[in-house]
């Protein structure tokens, strides 16, 4: 489990790929410490295992699966990442429940700068929109964000200078991919409704 809160900006050194599995290098500043082969990291909000640990950072294996339903199948080498570890028992839970199971990409649509307001708006389908509410937690990129305002095909934050400067989100540009996971509280509420209501989780089959 992760909580949306980025330790470091790392980058991809190497991606090296063959049938159905892949390597990523990556380097990642200042985080190794503590970190074994086999601990989970969040790259970019996308939940992946340590397979070596290294001086300058780790090497990761991923199925290619996941390269194609994730934003991170279209990196280039020298990518910077968002990267985070997984959460201690004991750490606080600062940001919000995050999985590192991502749902879906979204594309960027635009990047609104009015001094230090930032508002960053993001298209995506309809099967991450319903579980969006105004002043909800999303994920995006591995960065846990508060919902401005949910619509049927997308969504926009506001993000503050220091995630900014401490993420990667301010390189994003119009067209962009990135990984988003909605609020998994939101998403088992979605679906006792729908058991609870089938046809209809708003209110019945006859609703409306």
């Not at 990523?24 to 295992?49: F, K, M, Y």
């Not at 985070?84 to 749902?103: C, F, N, S, T, Y």
């Not at 991450?128 to 990129?141: F, M, N, P």
């Not at 200078?161 to 991919?177: K, M, Y």
């Amino acid at each position: 489990m992760f909580t949306g809160i980025i330790e470091a900006v790392g980058t991809l050194r190497l991606v090296r790929r063959d049938a159905d599995l892949a390597e990523l290098h990556v380097e990642a500043p200042g985080i190794q410490q503590g970190v074994r082969v086999g601990d989970s990291i969040a790259v970019n909000g996308s939940c992946l295992t340590v397979t070596q640990v290294e001086e300058d950072g780790f090497r990761f294996e991923a199925m290619l699966e996941t390269l194609e339903r994730t934003s991170l199948g279209g990196l280039r080498e020298g990518a910077r990442l968002n990267l985070e570890r997984a959460m201690r028992a004991d750490g606080r839970l600062d940001g919000h429940i995050v999985q590192g199971h991502v749902d879906g990409t979204g594309e960027v649509e635009r990047l609104e700068r009015e001094g230090e307001d930032v508002r960053l708006y993001v298209r995506c389908g309809d099967e991450i929109a319903r579980d969006l509410v105004d002043k909800g937690s999303v994920s995006i990129d591995g960065v846990s964000l508060t919902v401005v305002k949910a619509g049927e095909a997308g969504f926009d934050v506001a993000l503050i200078p220091h995630t900014l400067a401490a993420t990667t989100l301010g390189d994003l540009r119009p067209g962009d991919r990135v990984n988003l996971e909605v609020d998994v509280l939101g998403k088992y509420v979605r679906r006792y409704l729908e058991r609870l209501m089938p046809g209809d989780s708003t209110g019945g089959e006859d609703a409306g």
